[in-house]
């Protein structure tokens, strides 16, 4: 099986994984083994498990006992595999979309992660089959609805189990397949899970974590590509560059605002346009305060990523095994509310970059500074420019819908046991479908902005030009009214192919 994978191999190992080796091994496609170190952990706490079990018949939950309001009910030594098979069959009920692929990849990951802090009891096969899973790209078939984001992500995670002990479906060579098929063909048999297990791949924020990695990362993008077509469209609006001085920023040097004005300083370094004589004195907010609000939304992406990066290098299932201190603890670790509060705040944040953005493509439109109304030549034989603007608008309205908290909310389940929930995994959709709508947003601000820069005399900085060259190879100028979904489908796909390497995405502004 080794010589199928590729001949990179990431370890994992009790370093915490950083949004660097995250970009890699998505990018990269690279495999993953367990380090030496990581499998004397695990195989430790699980001995030790197994040697608590023979001197001790004293309730353990959710090992030799029910779950959440039948934690009381205790269950007999020869029915407790049966017990985790159970566990896993009942809690595989999540219903809705599919999971995209990247995203279950990245909760096998950092299952992965948790399991091999050696606080959760479960052998070492059962790691490595999810190791297994992850390097042969079998990513079970998981549902976007299910969770409350507390006592884990129990109906999200109960599907990748499934497909561990044989069941439910698999996603390979880009179908969708039984389970069992699939291994049969690949000569992999069904776990047999054990006391503990179930209930520690179960157990866990992998569902919220891996959508909130996957957010991040295309946040960080979409920051940069804030900056970069803000750039443009304040030289297409024949913007002034003296609201990005850094004697302005440095007298409230938040840091994400001391960035964005560098960043769209040396975007616009020796443009005509921009070194002008302007006949105005100041440029609307949309324009002028890119550092205050562009800045703000980094800001909040540093402290997002923080929580984030800390959850998924921790342990997260429930009940907690602590061999040196000859414990076994039942607390709360699973509860997501770290990261729905996180994950609002990065809805929020993401919301207000395409608000932003959707106010300075409507200054572009609107026949003002020498531009003709809506960007085309012949307005009103021309409606030009006009509509992906409503487009823009009514994506940003549903973004303000999309953004309202969802970890405000709680309901109670499991017969009151589980009396507070944090709605993390709502947060997690909604903010997957805030991040994509910015993107889209971005997308029509980039087709004004270069539409508008092609009709001014003077030209763009030398960085930018050779930006809008690559981009008129796949967009071309508009002459004349045509269906435009064609370029705003064009223009997202341009920037997607556009790769930044983790310097780049991951910058931080230094004095």
């Known amino acids: 099986m080794r010589d199928s994978l590729s001949a990179i191999m990431h370890s994992i190992t009790s370093k915490p994984l950083n949004f660097s080796t995250l970009n890699d091994l998505i990018i990269n496609q690279d495999s993953i083994e367990l380090s030496d170190e990581v499998q004397k952990r695990i195989v430790k706490c699980r001995m030790y498990l197994d040697e608590k079990m023979k001197r001790s018949e004293a309730p353990i939950y959710g090992i030799n006992t029910g779950f959440g309001s039948l934690c009381d009910v205790q269950i007999s030594t020869d029915q407790l595999a049966q017990l985790q098979e159970n566990l896993v069959r009942s809690h595989a009920c999540g219903t809705?979309?599919?999971?995209?692929?990247?995203?279950?990849?990245?909760?096998?990951?950092?299952?992965?992660?948790?399991?091999?802090?050696?606080?959760?009891?479960?052998?070492?096969?059962?790691?490595?089959?999810?190791?297994?899973?992850?390097?042969?790209?079998l990513l079970p078939v998981?549902?976007?609805?299910?969770?409350?984001?507390?006592?884990?992500?129990?109906?999200?995670?109960?599907?990748?189990?499934?497909?561990?002990?044989?069941?439910?479906?698999?996603?390979h060579n880009g179908e969708k397949n039984p389970t069992q098929e699939v291994l049969n063909t690949l000569n992999l048999s069904p776990v047999k899970l054990q006391s503990k297990e179930g209930l520690a791949l179960l157990n866990g924020t992998q569902f919220m974590s891996a959508y909130a990695i996957h957010c991040l990362l295309k946040s960080y993008e979409l920051s940069y590509f804030s900056d970069l077509i803000g750039a443009l469209s304040l030289d297409a609006f024949d913007g002034r560059l003296e609201p990005f001085d850094p004697l302005v920023q440095l007298v409230r040097p938040h840091k994400g605002q001391l960035?964005?004005?560098?960043?769209?300083?040396?975007?616009?370094?020796?443009s005509p346009l921009t070194n002008q004589e302007k006949t105005h004195v100041q440029d609307?907010?949309?324009?002028?305060?890119?550092?205050?609000?562009?800045?703000?939304?980094?800001?909040?992406?540093?402290?997002?990523?923080?929580?984030?990066?800390?959850?998924?290098?921790?342990?997260?299932?429930?009940?907690?095994?602590?061999?040196?201190?000859?414990?076994?603890?039942?607390?709360?670790?699973?509860?997501?509310q770290p990261l729905a509060l996180s994950l609002d705040f990065l809805k929020i944040a993401m919301s207000e970059l395409g608000s932003i953005s959707e106010r300075r493509t409507y200054q572009l439109i609107s026949g003002q500074r020498g531009l003709p109304s809506f960007l085309v030549k012949s307005p009103g034989l021309n409606s030009g420019y006009m509509i992906p603007q409503y487009t823009a608008a009514s994506i940003v309205s549903a973004n303000k819908q999309l953004a309202t908290p969802a970890s405000v909310d709680s309901i109670v389940s499991s017969n009151g046991q589980e009396d507070h929930v944090s709605m993390g995994a709502n947060a997690a959709t909604q903010a997957l479908e805030i991040v994509e709508n910015v993107e889209r947003i971005l997308a029509i601000e980039l087709m004004n902005a270069s539409q508008a820069l092609a009709m001014r005399s003077l030209k763009t900085s030398p960085f930018l030009t050779q930006f809008l060259t690559s981009f008129r190879a796949e967009?071309?100028?508009?002459?004349?009214?045509?269906?435009?979904?064609?370029?705003?489908?064009?223009?997202?796909?341009?920037?997607?192919?556009?790769?930044?390497?983790?310097?780049?995405?991951?910058?931080?502004f230094t004095v």
């Open 142 to 171: 998981v549902y976007t609805q299910g969770s409350l984001g507390a006592s884990g992500d129990l109906a999200p995670l109960a599907h990748v189990a499934l497909c561990l002990i044989g069941e439910g479906e698999l996603w």
């Open 259 to 270: 960035l964005t004005a560098q960043r769209i300083t040396n975007f616009l370094k020796d």
């Open 96 to 137: 809705g979309k599919f999971v995209p692929k990247s995203i279950v990849k990245l909760m096998l990951l950092f299952k992965i992660k948790s399991l091999a802090n050696g606080h959760s009891g479960v052998h070492l096969s059962t790691v490595q089959r999810l190791v297994d899973f992850y390097n042969l790209n």
């Open 284 to 336: 609307p907010y949309s324009f002028r305060c890119m550092p205050q609000v562009h800045g703000a939304t980094k800001d909040a992406l540093a402290h997002v990523s923080s929580v984030v990066l800390t959850e998924i290098n921790s342990v997260s299932d429930n009940p907690n095994i602590f061999v040196d201190a000859d414990k076994i603890i039942s607390g709360g670790n699973f509860h997501g």
């Open 475 to 508: 967009v071309p100028f508009t002459e004349s009214d045509k269906p435009l979904y064609v370029d705003i489908q064009k223009t997202i796909a341009f920037m997607r192919s556009l790769k930044l390497d983790s310097d780049v995405l991951f910058e931080r």
